[in-house]
């Protein structure tokens, strides 16, 4: 339904484009720390190329590129049963030239124009059971073309396909204010911080849940605005993250119901919708920030800072509040950092996060090099044992004498 309203806007060219700054390396970055684990739980290869010229920041439509790479990436991983999937990135006269090539099961030359057409899916032996609703490459192409970009496909049956996707995207040369980069985020100084969700799909929820508890929040779910408001009959939270579209009472419900009920916490708010449309039917409402779906985490970090006036802290700089516990009492300070880092790297070796994985691990070898168990941790992680990992720990945790 989304994508049809999607398609909908933009062929009645309702669709509001906008001008961002956008830091393309960390685009890119984002998009390959999202892919790769997809691509290595396949058995396939997951290849980034990019120009060495490609400058850092440049001006377009953030989300809608986003939206275009994520939709070529996930079908060429998709229809990819072995081999490869790249990503090359080049750049020339404010032009950029973004390659998707696999090696997937290809396209007839029969079938390369209708598969951009709405519903139209290749049906064959190896597609039948591929889900998805054919609207990605329509919606891709109705995005290019927005832009004033080209996406063309050259393809073979049996021989993979690739898609060339060329847009003007001028060079900006004032930088932006880069905050700290999340994947180096380890946590934040303070007390833990009560964050709920309400979310009608449980996949966003979750989502949420498995980036924030790792970095020491507690979070709390609700699959709607009623079951929310039972929940805070007994739970304090400090900030809520609310969806706008919800069957019965929708967010803006929600959020004026908690302020009737003299609930003061920051508000941020999770909509498909853009920021403007958004403004213009509730002018008045009551809310610190939005934020458009899908979710950049980044973003996402950068207004919880702001909105509870957090100290985030990373594997290069124990927050000060542990320094200071440190200098009465060394002992009892390593044995919690290392407990908060050991239940970090079990969550990103149950989501199948690499990259965490692989950080935490040496957060904990810097921290305490010659203890025993960490040595049998390092075998794991290098045997890339994401389920030895979750259950080593799982003991660890509980044998709490091992750690010290």
């Known amino acids: ?3 049809l309203l999607e398609i909908s806007k933009i062929e009645a060219r309702k669709l509001d484009l906008h001008r961002d700054t956008v830091d393309l390396r960390s685009l890119i970055q984002q998009l390959e720390d999202m892919f790769r684990p997809l691509a290595e739980s396949k058995g396939i290869d997951f290849i980034v190329h990019c120009q060495a010229e490609l400058p850092r920041f440049v001006s377009t439509d953030e989300k809608r590129l986003r939206q275009i790479l994520l939709n070529l990436l996930s079908n060429a991983i998709k229809f990819t049963p ?40 290749v049906k064959e032996s190896q597609t039948q059971h591929i889900s998805g609703t054919g609207l990605g490459l329509s919606i891709s192409r109705l995005l290019v073309e927005m832009l004033g970009g080209n996406l063309e496909l050259t393809s073979q049956l049996g021989s993979g396909s690739e898609f060339c996707l ?27 911080q009560h964050i709920m969700v309400v979310d009608d799909e449980s996949s966003h929820r979750h989502f949420i849940y498995d980036f924030l508890q790792p970095l020491g929040f507690v979070v709390h779910q609700a699959e709607s605005a009623e079951q929310a408001l039972q ?11 609310l969806d706008i579209s919800m069957p019965g009472m929708d967010g803006w419900q929600l959020l004026a119901e908690l302020r009737n009920r003299g609930f003061k916490a920051p508000v941020i708010i999770l909509s498909a919708d853009s920021y403007e ?20 985490l980044d973003k996402l970090l950068e207004q919880l800072q702001r909105c509870l006036d957090l100290h ?10 542990a320094n200071d516990a440190a200098e009465n009492n060394d002992n009892n300070t390593n044995t919690s950092l290392d407990q908060k880092t050991l239940i970090a790297l079990r969550e990103f070796a149950k989501i199948g996060y690499l990259k965490g994985v692989l950080e935490s691990t040496e957060q904990l070898e810097s ?32 044998l709490k004498g091992e750690i010290d």
Not at 99 to 110: E, F, L, P, R, S
Not at 382 to 396: A, P
Request: positive net charge; hydrophobic residues 40%.
């Open 312 to 321: 985030w802290y990373n594997t290069e700089s124990i927050p000060a509040a």
């Open 82 to 121: 072995n081999g490869s999937v790249e990503l090359h990135i080049k750049y020339r006269n404010q032009v950029a030239r973004m390659i998707v090539i696999d090696t997937g099961i290809g396209i007839a030359k029969a079938d390369q124009q209708r598969i951009f057409e709405p519903f139209e899916r």
């Open 166 to 192: 060329k847009l003007f995207l001028p060079a900006v040369s004032e930088a932006l204010p880069v905050s700290r980069n999340q994947a180096d985020i380890q946590g934040y100084v303070g007390r833990s």
């Open 277 to 296: 449309d958004a403004k213009l039917y509730q002018k008045n409402a009551d809310f610190q920030a939005y934020i458009s779906k899908p979710v950049r």
């Open 367 to 398: 921290q305490a090099p010659k203890k025993q168990w960490l040595k049998q941790l390092r075998l794991l992680v290098d045997k890339c044992d994401l389920d030895g990992i979750v259950n080593m720990i799982d003991e660890l945790i509980k």
């Open 231 to 241: 929940k805070l009959k007994t739970q304090s939270i400090d900030l809520f993250l």
């Open 1 to 3: 339904i989304e994508g």
